[in-house]
């Protein structure tokens, strides 16, 4: 649950009941007309895998608006879905110790959410944009690819179409990557990602220096989680977390 929506979700850890770390994973935005419908289908594959070859207990859920979950797109709801995916973890007697990995503007909302959540250890993120770009431009847009998307369906959401907006266009990852240090922040990104520049990604790790770490996948696309070599780097990052 994140406030009153339920929100669909897939947990899995290892056999036995020996606390262990927990990670909970934040997808990016839909791809395609009406993709909130299918939206992170693979998500859960991915959390299965860190279960087993990391040994971690893991959560990936469906943010609200997307997949089968319930509600609209916001940023501060998206944001608020974060917080309550955190809190089922840390709530829980099997698991000590919660980090996060978001990928695309999940990475971006990730960063932002564990800036003012001391529960969260550390954040990796894959391919993630430092702001919403041209969307926090013209905030509009967005507003109409979440429509088209089936991220939103209310009609008449949302109620305050300026708060929605202004939610847009103050989100910074950078600003929010400050606030970070101690905690460790991975920044996995590909050299031939066509949607986030690498600029942005040197930008993100900068801004949490000296807990930061950014590699760079060779002719790596934008959808890191399909990559090997990232998901490679990742479960091992995350090994050197439960040290």
């Known amino acids: 649950m994140s406030g009153d929506l339920k929100l669909a979700a897939h947990f899995v850890r290892p056999p036995g009941s020996t606390p262990v770390p927990g990670v909970v994973l934040c997808h990016g935005f839909p ?38 979950s319930e509600g609209d797109f916001s940023v501060d709801g998206w944001l608020a879905d974060i917080g309550a995916a955190v809190s089922a973890l840390d709530d829980r007697h099997d698991v000590r110790g919660l980090w996060l990995v978001g990928v695309g503007e999940g990475g971006m909302l990730a960063v932002c959410a564990a800036a003012d959540d001391a529960r969260v250890r550390g954040v990796a993120t894959l391919g993630a944009p430092i702001t919403f770009g041209d969307y926090a431009r013209e905030p509009g847009r967005l507003l109409q690819h979440a429509r088209d998307a089936g991220m939103i369906t209310t009609p008449g959401f949302p109620n305050d179409v300026a708060a929605w907006s202004r939610a847009v266009t103050q989100l910074d990852a950078v600003k929010a990557a400050r606030r970070l240090p101690p905690r460790p922040l991975l920044v996995l990104h590909g050299s031939d990602d066509p949607e986030v520049v690498a600029d942005e ?8 220096r000296p807990s930061s770490e950014l590699r760079v996948v060779y002719a790596g696309g934008h959808r ?11 479960l091992g990052w995350l090994d050197r977390q439960a040290l």
């Open 201 to 208: 990604a040197r930008a993100l790790a900068d801004a949490a």
């Open 31 to 68: 791809i395609g007309p009406r993709g909130a419908a299918t939206s992170a289908a693979t998500y859960f594959e991915l959390v299965d895998r860190i279960a087993r070859d990391a040994g971690w207990a893991a959560l990936a859920f469906h943010f609200r608006g997307s997949g089968t």
């Open 224 to 234: 890191l989680r399909h990559d090997p070599r990232a998901i490679a780097a990742l």
